[in-house]
C-alpha cells in the first residue's frame, strides 16, 4: 500500500506570492491534518479535515486555507507568502478520527 | 510556554546503551504520541498510547495519566535510532487530529 504522498517536494516562491501544496492519503483514509514545522516553532498543528470537513483549525491567519475532495486527497493555500512561512510542511493522513497517523515527507517551501 | 516538555534536549550514547526519553505535559489528555523524525524531515509514529504501556521490537514506551508523564526507552540503541523523539499530545477537550508537539529530544548514537 503507497503511503503518503506530499507535492511538490520543494518549493522556492517570493514574498506576496501565493502557493499550494497537494496531500495524498494512504488509500483508504480519511482524516488528513496538515503541519507546520520550523526550526524557532517547532511542530505546529494547522488544520484537520474529516470526509471533507474542516474539523479543526489551529492558531494561523486567515492567509492559510485548505480543503479535502472527495477522494480524501487535501491541499493548503497560503497567499500573500512572508518570510515567515518558510517551513517543512508535513501532512498526516488516518483511517478515523482517533487512528494513528502516518506522516508524508512533507513539502519544503522557501519564501524568497 | 509549552504545555508538552521533553528532556534531554540532546542525548548521546554509544551503541548498545539505554536510552530513556522523558515527556511531561500540565493538562489532560486523551492519548499520547511518540513519533521519531530523521534528518530529511520525514516522521514515523512510533506509538498511540493512553494508558500503560506498549512495546515493539527495542522500543518501548510508558505513560502514568495521573503523573502527567510518559518515558520512550530505546533498548541496546543502534546508530540508526540517531534521530529527533518527539513526544505529542492530543487533549481531552481537542479533536483526534489536533496534536500539540514537544520541542523534541535529539538522539545521537555513535557506533
Known amino acids: 500500500k503507497a503511503g503518503v504522498t506530499q507535492t511538490p517536494r520543494y518549493l522556492i516562491k517570493t514574498r506576496g506570492q501565493q502557493v499550494t501544496l497537494s496531500c495524498s492519503p494512504i488509500?483508504?483514509?480519511?482524516?488528513v491534518s496538515w503541519y507546520q514545522q520550523t526550526p524557532g516553532q517547532g511542530l505546529q498543528f494547522l488544520f484537520e479535515?474529516?470526509?471533507?470537513?474542516?474539523?479543526n483549525k489551529g492558531n494561523f491567519p486567515g492567509r492559510f486555507s485548505g480543503r479535502q475532495f472527495s477522494n480524501s486527497r487535501s491541499e493548503m493555500n497560503v497567499s500573500t507568502l512572508e518570510l515567515g512561512d518558510s517551513a517543512l510542511y508535513l501532512c498526516?493522513?488516518?483511517?478515523?478520527?482517533?487512528?494513528?497517523?502516518?506522516f508524508g515527507p512533507g513539502t519544503r517551501l522557501t519564501v524568497l | 510556554k509549552n504545555e508538552v516538555e521533553q528532556s534531554p534536549q540532546n542525548l548521546t550514547a554509544q551503541e548498545g546503551e539505554f536510552i530513556t526519553i522523558n515527556c511531561s505535559y500540565s493538562v489532560g489528555i486523551s492519548a499520547l504520541h511518540w513519533l521519531q523524525q530523521h534528518p530529511g524531515g520525514g516522521i514515523v509514529s512510533l506509538f498511540m498510547l493512553s494508558s500503560g504501556k506498549k512495546k515493539h521490537g527495542r522500543l518501548i514506551a510508558t505513560i502514568n495519566i495521573q503523573e502527567k508523564h510518559s518515558s520512550l526507552h530505546i533498548t541496546a540503541s543502534h546508530p540508526r535510532d540517531s534521530a529527533v523523539h518527539i513526544c505529542?499530545?492530543?487533549?481531552?477537550?481537542?479533536?483526534?487530529?489536533?496534536?500539540?508537539f514537544g520541542a523534541g529530544t535529539q538522539v545521537v548514537v555513535t557506533p
Open positions: 505529542a499530545v492530543l487533549h481531552s477537550t481537542d479533536s483526534w487530529g489536533k496534536l500539540q
Open positions: 479535515y474529516f470526509s471533507e470537513t474542516q474539523r
Open positions: 498526516a493522513s488516518s483511517w478515523a478520527l482517533g487512528d494513528t497517523q502516518y
Open positions: 488509500s483508504g483514509h480519511r482524516s
